[in-house]
């Protein structure tokens, strides 16, 4: 007698007994919260906010303060300055949307910018110079305008403390009030992370004082500028912005150059013959008496 053939069983889907009751709520809640926020660790800024939008339950997850904190340090490469006034995510927008101060003011004179870099104030104090030779004296106290004229730099402080991000700026000479020159202005601008989520930024109450100039009447050979941290002056990291042949560009190199460490930001632009320049220093503060929120160092050709 033959065997009897089996029933074929037609292949079907694997049926669940959670799967009558399943929502996006449910599905990844079996899955541990952290495993997720550690997943966040590898996403970029664009990222985290496409899975916050795909339903509420990432929405919690990818909009935790410490995701973003961890995203903002991380992008910014810089360590933790410790407590700050906004949301870290808030504070990721200003950094990464492509905002520069000359969006905000005096739009008609802005050319072109790059970004740099982010830097530390762990200190009150900063060193603003345009010369970056080693060594750096720290001046004594006293008037900026004739520290400037004798020395080239000065000490500015009352520097609010934590994260600072550092642009390149090209804009036209008129913001230098010279109605002679019709040409361009390099401009280091240096502001604190929390700038542009202030309220006295937007309305104008916050703006920039002249701290003072200095004209060198004689050819200069580049356009150089610096902002350090008066506390990390003597730094190993610090140290790498006075070796210059590691990042100024060659002679014919009309290009500018940057260079960034943990507590200090420079920049160099090569420049053709010329019959000097004219350095304007720049702080802006938060009120008056305020702590100092960012700082320019402009340069353009007399």
Same mark, same amino acid.
């Given at each position: 007698?033959?065997?009897?053939?089996?029933?074929?069983?037609?292949?079907?889907?694997?049926?669940?007994?959670?799967?009558?009751?399943?929502?996006?709520?449910?599905?990844?809640?079996?899955?541990?919260?952290?495993?997720?926020?550690?997943?966040?660790?590898?996403?970029?800024?664009?990222?985290?906010?496409?899975? $916050?939008?795909?339903?509420?339950? &990432?929405?919690?997850?990818?909009?935790? *303060?410490?995701? =973003?904190? !961890?995203?903002? #340090?991380?992008?910014?490469?810089?360590?933790?300055?410790?407590?700050?006034?906004?949301?870290?995510?808030?504070?990721?927008?200003?950094?990464?949307?492509?905002?520069?101060?000359?969006?905000?003011?005096?739009?008609?004179?802005?050319?072109?910018?790059?970004?740099?870099?982010?830097?530390?104030?762990?200190?009150?104090?900063?060193?603003?110079?345009?010369?970056?030779?080693?060594?750096?004296?720290?001046?004594?106290?006293?008037?900026?305008?004739?520290?400037?004229?004798?020395?080239?730099?000065?000490?500015?402080?009352?520097?609010?403390?934590?994260?600072?991000?550092?642009?390149?700026?090209?804009?036209?000479?008129?913001?230098?009030?010279?109605?002679?020159?019709?040409?361009?202005?390099?401009?280091?601008? $240096?502001?604190?992370?929390?700038? &542009?989520?202030?309220?006295?930024?937007? *309305?104008?109450? =916050?703006? !920039?004082?002249? #701290?003072?100039?200095?004209?060198?009447?004689?050819?200069?050979?580049?356009?150089?500028?610096?902002?350090?941290?008066?506390?990390?002056?003597?730094?190993?990291?610090?140290?790498?912005?006075?070796?210059?042949?590691?990042?100024?560009?060659?002679?014919?190199?009309?290009?500018?150059?940057?260079?960034?460490?943990?507590?200090?930001?420079?920049?160099?632009?090569?420049?053709?013959?010329?019959?000097?320049?004219?350095?304007?220093?720049?702080?802006?503060?938060?009120?008056?008496?305020?702590?100092?929120?960012?700082?320019?160092?402009?340069?353009?050709?007399?």
């Amino acid at each position: 007698m033959g065997k009897r053939l089996r029933k074929a069983r037609s292949m079907c889907c694997c049926v669940s007994p959670r799967s009558s009751y399943l929502t996006p709520h449910s599905i990844f809640s079996w899955y541990e919260e952290d495993v997720w926020t550690e997943i966040a660790k590898f996403l970029d800024g664009r990222s985290l906010v496409m899975l $916050a939008v795909t339903c509420k339950w &990432f929405n919690r997850i990818m909009m935790e *303060d410490s995701v =973003w904190k !961890y995203a903002c #340090l991380r992008d910014l490469q810089v360590p933790d300055p410790g407590k700050v006034a906004f949301k870290w995510s808030k504070l990721y927008a200003t950094a990464f949307d492509g905002s520069h101060a000359y969006m905000f003011r005096q739009q008609e004179k802005h050319i072109d910018w790059m970004r740099i870099g982010a830097f530390l104030f762990d200190s009150h104090a900063a060193l603003l110079t345009e010369n970056l030779i080693a060594p750096l004296r720290i001046p004594k106290e006293g008037a900026t305008e004739n520290m400037l004229q004798l020395k080239g730099c000065c000490l500015l402080n009352n520097i609010r403390t934590g994260i600072w991000i550092a642009d390149l700026q090209l804009v036209r000479c008129p913001v230098c009030d010279l109605d002679t020159c019709d040409g361009t202005m390099q401009t280091l601008d $240096a502001r604190h992370i929390e700038l &542009f989520l202030n309220e006295g930024y937007h *309305d104008g109450s =916050w703006d !920039y004082d002249t #701290l003072g100039s200095h004209d060198i009447k004689k050819q200069a050979e580049g356009a150089s500028g610096g902002i350090f941290d008066v506390e990390h002056l003597k730094d190993q990291s610090t140290s790498d912005i006075f070796d210059l042949k590691s990042w100024v560009g060659k002679r014919n190199d009309w290009q500018p150059k940057a260079m960034i460490t943990l507590h200090a930001v420079a920049v160099n632009t090569n420049l053709q013959d010329n019959e000097g320049l004219q350095v304007k220093y720049h702080a802006m503060r938060a009120g008056k008496d305020g702590e100092v929120v960012s700082i320019r160092i402009s340069q353009q050709l007399l």
